[in-house]
């Protein structure tokens, strides 16, 4: 069956934008969740979200936005881009609670 | 949440069997540990989950003791391409809010 899918992979943008970005989850799993991963902080817990409801989230400030669609489908937002913001932002599904996580390639950010 | 220790990097040879041992002291009843394996620049993998005593797949083995206050992933013949970084996760649910910095394993030829 397809995997997690991100798009875009790549992305650069400018300080002071904002950027969108997707995840498809893997067929028939309803819970999506969005990591930040840099050299210096590691993987970082963004949010969850089950049945296009946000259920947990990380330490980030507000400009860090996501939400779920009823297919499951995710997409997150970061606002007023930083440059601390580069980073590649992974994406998570799984069944409803317990078992693995299966990851997405990753989209990289770079924010110049 | 429960906290992990884990070596922050190890190194190896190609055919030796490789263990990593992760110290979780604070793990919830309800808790199942989790091993996830990352390459530069795609996202974790599992490798394996389990509960309590020994957990084994085709990829790996996991041992956990009687107090579940740590667990140990064995990698048993390790090659190359198993050079990656390691992360233990104790939790429950398929996402990981904490994954911490991982073991670094480099195996050489």
């Known amino acids: 069956k397809a995997g997690v899918t991100q798009t875009p992979r790549y992305l650069i943008k400018t300080r002071g934008q904002q950027v969108t970005l997707s995840c498809s989850p893997i067929?028939?799993?309803?819970?999506v969740s969005w990591y930040q991963q840099t050299p210096g902080q590691g993987l970082q817990f963004l949010f969850e979200?089950?049945?296009?409801?946000?259920?947990n989230k990380g330490n980030f400030p507000g400009r860090f936005s996501g939400r779920q669609f009823s297919n499951s489908r995710s997409e997150m937002n970061v606002s007023t881009l930083e440059l601390g913001d580069s980073a590649l932002y992974l994406c998570?599904?799984?069944?409803?609670?317990?078992?693995?996580?299966?990851f997405g390639q990753g989209t990289r950010l770079t924010v110049v | 949440l429960a906290k992990t220790t884990q070596p922050i990097s190890m190194d190896s040879y190609e055919g030796q069997e490789v263990n990593i041992t992760c110290s979780h002291n604070?793990?919830?009843?309800?808790?199942?540990i989790t091993w996830y394996q990352q390459f530069p620049s795609q996202g974790p993998r599992f490798i394996i989950q389990?509960?309590?005593t020994k957990v084994t797949n085709e990829v790996a083995s996991l041992f956990i003791p009687a107090d579940r206050k740590s667990s140990t992933l064995s990698l048993p013949r390790v090659s190359l391409s198993d050079t990656a970084v390691y992360y233990c996760?104790?939790?429950?649910?398929?996402?990981?809010?904490?994954f911490g910095a991982g073991t670094r394993l480099f195996v050489k030829a």
């Open positions: 998570a599904s799984s069944l409803l609670t317990g078992g693995e996580a299966f």
């Open positions: 067929s028939g799993h309803r819970s």
């Open positions: 979200y089950f049945s296009e409801t946000q259920r």
């Open positions: 604070n793990i919830a009843t309800n808790d199942y």
């Open positions: 389990g509960y309590k």
């Open positions: 996760l104790p939790g429950t649910g398929g996402f990981k809010t904490i």
